[in-house]
């Protein structure tokens, strides 16, 4: 009825429509002592309502991962209250609190250890299987499950800004979005709906006017070509294959944010990634250090002391390590893609990339030295003072002991494999041999990692970007399909398509074989759902009558109620499928 308001048709315009007219007419056939047919009415509507049932059970039980991972999490807290420990309700904690948990507990927010060292059981939300190591100074996730040891932390995050509440808000927007392929489906029962009820009037019509079929015979011929026809199955293909694919993937530590993402997975052929922090463990160190080591650590420690960045942070490590004093500097500037420069006792300093040898010297030797470094897959920093290099740092980050797993892994899905990084071509090169990378794009500024994108996709072709989602937010937004690896607890991304929650390169073949195998899933729905109504409809409509193969309305309602429980049934199936690397608990 609501629909005939809007002066539109949609499911249950047939439905109604076909049981209206079964129902009325043997209320004329009662009153003209004619056989009545209110047993189709009622079988059709018993059918109908059973298939809804069966379809609203599955479907809740498709969107039982949600219910689950608000589950996980604790329903109190030990919080240092005056000096002592005192339950409070999880709703109490703040940020900044400081938390004991002991032995079997678990842990109740986000946080970073005080005191203690434990194992955590973390595979509720990161999808791995073995307990991690916790020490002092590590951060733990709310909801993971503390094995040994009492640890203390302090908070800091609470309630809707926790991983956990972050993860279940993305499954949730997830599961309510629409894949592309979700338009043709709209588009399908927008136009299926009336011409249905074209085919049930032609189909009465033909009967009764060239067949010679009497009047009750052609109405329930043009009855079951309307209830059969009920398109329910086909608005049901895509939204419960996305809601399976969705929360399975988030047991697994993979966040999927949209359906549009999973259509673009399908078309991938080549995959980049960035080197620091994505193919390697992104804490480098500093191995060597060429010319006067004192004086060119000292310089290069007391022009990076206040960059953020990981070659930065590790020769101030160093300098620490050695107990060097970190003297102030003056007029400290950026050379955007080469370094830094400052004053150092009245001298210009220098810390930075081989690009900055277009502007100072450097000895014969010197270079030398840099190559043979470089050839051992050693970034190295060049430190001038004045005019001239004076030293060199050498700094090595090694890829990821999962790193060259997942790229072999990647190769025999036929992707191509590309690294996009800032560093010196000898040492990428160096670190793609070893973890099996195709290709190397080096010597790249963060400004122009989205370009080199760019120039892949005008080539034909379809790209992800694997980042780590602060840095790279230009390449993964123009990629396209953007995967953000996890730092910490800050898995709320907002530039990729797909999250990874453990900073682990397996977990992009994991998010691959989802998002494909979802997508697969759907149109695998899309097919039976229309094949279905293909079939269905030259049988209800009395094609084969002449063979004695005939479908009465309620054995068409039994047919379409079942067409739509094998489809939640066959997303459902998406809980079985292999995942490569699945090892989340149930």
């Not at 315009?13 to 209110?38: D, E």
């Not at 599955?58 to 339950?87: I, T, Y």
């Not at 507990?105 to 250890?113: A, N």
């Not at 760019?454 to 230009?474: C, M, R, S, W, Y």
């Amino acid at each position: 009825i609501a629909a005939f308001k809007k002066h539109s048709a949609n499911m249950n315009t047939l439905v109604a429509t076909g049981t209206a007219v079964a129902y009325f007419y043997s209320i004329f056939a009662m009153i003209t002592n004619r056989p009545v047919y209110f047993e189709s009415a009622a079988f059709v509507t018993v059918f109908v309502l059973l298939g809804d049932a069966m379809e609203e059970k599955m479907h809740d039980n498709a969107s039982n991962a949600l219910g689950k991972l608000m589950g996980l999490q604790a329903k109190d807290a030990e919080v240092q209250r005056d000096g002592k420990f005192v339950k409070v309700p999880l709703d109490q904690v703040k940020v900044g609190d400081i938390i004991r948990v002991k032995p079997g507990e678990k842990i109740p927010v986000d946080g970073e250890i005080l005191e203690g060292v434990t194992t955590l059981d973390e595979s509720m939300v990161t999808g791995e299987s073995m307990p991690v190591v916790k020490k002092v100074g590590d951060t733990v996730v709310g909801s993971t499950i503390n094995s040994n040891g009492t640890i203390t932390f302090k908070a800091t995050k609470v309630g809707s800004d926790t991983m956990l509440a972050q993860i279940v808000d993305l499954v949730k927007k997830a599961q309510t979005s629409h894949a592309p392929i979700q338009n043709l489906t709209d588009k399908i029962s927008n136009i299926f709906v009336p011409a249905v009820m074209i085919i049930a009037i032609l189909t009465f019509i033909i009967w009764y006017s060239f067949l010679g079929a009497t009047a009750v015979e052609a109405m329930l011929f043009a009855v079951s070509v309307i209830v059969i026809a009920c398109p329910c199955a086909l608005g049901l293909a895509t939204p419960t294959a996305l809601m399976v694919g969705t929360a399975r993937s988030a047991k697994m530590g993979v966040l999927i944010k949209n359906g549009e993402v999973l259509q673009e997975v399908s078309d991938l052929d080549t995959v980049v990634f960035d080197k620091t922090g994505t193919i390697t463990v992104g804490k480098p160190e500093v191995t060597d250090i060429v010319g006067n080591e004192k004086q060119v650590l000292t310089i290069a420690a007391s022009l990076e002391e206040s960059s953020e960045h990981p070659l930065a942070t590790a020769i101030v490590k160093k300098a620490k390590a050695e107990k060097l004093a970190i003297e102030k500097v003056n007029d400290f500037e950026a050379i955007e893609g080469k370094g830094v420069k400052a004053n150092y006792h009245d001298q210009t300093a220098f810390v930075g990339s081989d690009r900055l040898l277009a502007d100072i010297a450097i000895s014969q030797e010197m270079s030398q030295k840099a190559t043979v470094l470089q050839n051992y897959a050693k970034t190295v920093v060049y430190v001038g003072l004045g005019k001239k290099i004076i030293g060199l740092v050498a700094i090595q980050d090694v890829p990821k002991p999962s790193s060259r797993e997942a790229i072999k892994e990647l190769r025999e899905r036929g992707l191509k494999t590309i690294m996009l990084t800032g560093d010196n071509k000898n040492v990428a090169e160096a670190i793609a041999k070893q973890v099996g990378i195709d290709q190397v794009i080096a010597g790249v500024l963060p400004n122009e990692k989205a370009e080199h994108i760019q120039e892949l996709q005008q080539h034909g072709d379809k790209v992800a970007f694997v980042g780590d989602g602060i840095n790279d937010a230009p390449a993964l937004s123009t990629a396209d399909v953007g995967i953000a690896m996890g730092s910490g607890t800050d898995i709320a991304i907002d530039s990729g398509g797909i999250v990874l929650v453990q900073n682990d390169l397996r977990g992009v073949v994991r998010a691959l074989d989802i998002s494909r195998k979802t997508f697969n899933r759907i149109k695998l729905n899309l097919f039976w759902a229309l094949i279905y109504n293909t079939i269905g409809i030259p049988i209800a409509a009395g094609l084969f009558a002449s063979l004695g193969f005939t479908l009465s309305p309620e054995l068409a309602g039994l047919a379409m109620a079942f067409s739509s429980v094998s489809v939640v049934g066959s997303s459902l199936m998406l809980n079985k499928t292999k995942i490569a690397g699945d090892t989340a608990k149930a």
